[in-house]
T-cell receptor, first 114, second 113 residues
Framework: DTAVSQTPKYLVTQMGNDKSIKCEQN?????MYWYKQDSKKFLKIMFS???????INETVPNRFSPKSPDKAHLNLHINSLELGDSAVYFC?????????????FGPGTRLTVT | AQSVTQLGSHVSVSEGALVLLRCNYS??????LFWYVQYPNQGLQLLLK??????LVKGINGFEAEFKKSETSFHLTKPSAHMSDAAEYFC???????????FGGGTRVLVKP
């Protein structure tokens, strides 16, 4: 009964490759997010989708392309991977209205680019 | 732009001692505030949240935080540290439901026996 799941948990790849990370939530939320946690543990928003529509794009390189096939899924595709892309990527979800403001996070995907 | 500052990247406490983690926010309008905990190699788990109701907020695992508008602070406390409290703690702010979280830099808590 996992709330927010991500696959894979670990991803090791070489520079220049293209890779995808998948995220699914079964909470019935209509807003989903991607956050990046760097090597110093700093967390920063990358993207946010509401009902399959992109609503936040925080100056992320064009090599990163999120896709939301439906409101329960938000995938992240990364082209031409660079060393600096090595990080932990967290997916999160939340309701967009009502009185519940917190976001629920997935377990993270640790991406290592060699 | 909204920002969140956590004072102290590392805090070391003895088991049974008070845990105090400091968080200040920068916003003209009091945001919604959160504390999350991250255990090694895991995702973020919500400890507690402030959403303009009571200024003293109780969370899970014996943690609580007090919102002080005059000090733009939302410090996290626990009266008695347990070994299982060793983790990274993040303060975060949001303008509204469904809006992005802005995180502080995190504070790593070490608990000494």
């Amino acid at each position: 009964d996992t709330a927010v799941s991500q696959t894979p948990k670990y991803l090791v790849t070489q520079m220049g490759n293209d890779k995808s990370i998948k995220c699914e939530q079964n909470l019935g939320h209509d807003t989903m997010y991607w956050y990046k946690q760097d090597s110093k543990k700093f967390l920063k928003i990358m993207f946010s989708y509401n009902n399959k529509e992109l609503i936040i794009n925080e100056t992320v390189p064009n090599r990163f392309s999120p896709k939301s096939p439906d409101k329960a899924h938000l995938n992240l595709h990364i082209n031409s991977l660079e060393l600096g892309d090595s990080a932990v990527y967290f997916c999160a979800s939340s309701p967009s209205g009502g009185r519940s403001y917190e976001q629920y996070f997935g377990p993270g995907t640790r991406l290592t680019v060699t | 732009a909204q920002s969140v500052t956590q004072l102290g990247s590392h805090v070391s406490v003895s088991e049974g001692a008070l845990v105090l983690l400091r968080c200040n926010y920068s916003s003209s309008v009091p945001p919604y505030l959160f504390w999350y905990v991250q255990y090694p190699n895991q995702g973020l788990q919500l400890l507690l949240k402030y959403t303009s109701a009571a200024t003293l907020v109780k969370g899970i695992n014996g943690f609580e935080a007090e919102f002080k508008k005059s000090e733009t602070s939302f410090h996290l406390t626990k009266p008695s540290a347990h070994m299982s409290d060793a983790a990274e703690y993040f303060c975060a702010a949001s303008k509204a439901a469904g809006n992005k979280l802005t995180f502080g830099g995190g504070t790593r808590v070490l608990v000494k026996p």
